[in-house]
């Protein structure tokens, strides 16, 4: 009985064997995927799910190839030269800009601030150096880096020409008479930190001797910020400069991302949830999905010192006919006094 009951057990495990072999066979192979040159509308949970940016340093080893609905994509991520790059202007929301645009599925961001163009040691590297510190991206994502530092280097417009004289260029700027404490107050901190004593801003942003304001003085020279796109207009033509509004940005984000996604050609990714107000920061802080919120490190978003209203004034003034020449160049107004 029991080699009968033995033999018949096998046969059947002979034949579940066979006809689960035979059902794998009758499987279609996995087709290409062809997503290269569109933008799949994944859902943001989905992105969280890839390994990539943020869970790796830009130069890691590629992550495994990406997996959806149990099919298995050709293409591998790699490290792709961006697409669009954040120029500056520093203190500007630079980082904000680049956080944010990063809860878009099709963008991928270098954590880092690169410095590639705007360092004459880091660009005699050569191009192969600067993708090496890109993060993987499939290639219907769009990586984007930052370096505020772009903006106000001279060679650097005809340096991001020459890597690619199509790419898409954004400048985030705030008011710039609080821009320039802004850019005070984190010089300020630095020296602090390394107990060292600092100038007042006062002191810096006018020249004591003829009580005009002091054009040497980098934290001025970076908010005249019409000298510095002329420049960049020299390569590139408007239409490839996305002018973000970098106090709006703080106050109602969505706006201004919406019009970035237009220029860069994605479809409308970013919405309300993906973007919170947090009442203890005082910002608007990233929702990536129901578990997975940041607000920005607190090294943004700092206490600055209260400025003389003199001097306040007296930059106002200043900027004043530079900010009119911005307007007109962009064909962008701002609330500017
Ligand atoms: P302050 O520190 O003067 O407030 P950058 O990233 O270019 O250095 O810019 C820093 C500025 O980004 C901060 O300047 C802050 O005001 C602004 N910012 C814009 N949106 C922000 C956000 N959601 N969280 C924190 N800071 C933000």
Redesign the pocket.
């Known amino acids: 009985k029991l080699v009968v009951l033995g033999s018949l057990a096998l046969g059947s495990l002979l034949y579940l064997v066979t006809r689960v072999g035979s059902l794998d066979r009758l499987q279609p192979t996995c087709p290409l995927d062809d997503t290269a040159g569109q933008i799949p509308l994944r859902s943001l949970q989905s992105k969280r799910g890839l390994p990539l940016h943020d869970l790796r340093p830009a130069n890691a080893t590629p992550p495994p190839r990406q997996h959806r609905g149990g099919r298995l994509l050709r293409t591998p991520a790699r490290q792709q030269l961006p697409r669009a790059i954040i120029v ?13 645009l990063n809860l878009h599925p099709a963008v991928v961001k270098a954590s880092q601030e690169v410095h590639f163009f705007d360092n004459d040691q880091n660009y005699a590297r050569g191009i192969d150096w600067y993708r090496g510190k890109m993060p993987f991206s499939f290639p219907h994502q769009i990586t984007i880096e ?1 370096s ?1 530092a772009y903006f106000i280097t001279e060679e650097v417009p005809e340096r991001i020409f020459k890597m690619n004289s199509s790419i898409k260029l954004l400048v ?1 700027v ?1 008011e710039p008479t ?2 320039a ?3 005070y ?2 010089v300020l901190e630095g020296k602090e930190r390394k107990n060292k004593t600092y100038r007042r801003f006062e002191e810096l942003a006018v020249d004591g001797a003829t009580c005009e304001v002091n054009t040497k003085y980098k934290a001025v020279r970076t908010s005249i910020y019409a000298k510095h796109l002329e420049r960049w207009l020299h390569f590139f033509p408007a239409e490839q400069l996305h002018v973000v509004d ?1 106090d709006r ?2 106050a109602d ?1 969505l706006p201004e991302l919406r019009s970035v996604e237009r220029f860069l050609e994605l479809p409308a990714r970013i919405g309300r949830y993906n ?1 919170y107000f947090n009442a203890t ?6 929702r990536f999905s129901v578990v997975f919120n940041k ?3 607190g ?6 010192p209260d400025v003389d209203a003199s001097v306040v004034d007296k930059l106002r003034r200043f900027f004043h006919p530079f900010n009119q020449k911005f307007y007109q160049i962009t064909g962008r107004t701002f609330d500017w006094p």
């Open positions: 500056g202007v520093r203190k500007g929301g630079t980082r904000a800009l680049l956080e944010m930052k505020p985030i705030r609080t821009r404490v802004s850019d107050t984190q970098g940005l703080i984000p973007l920061r005082g910002f608007y802080c990233l607000c920005l490190a090294s943004k978003g700092r206490t600055h």
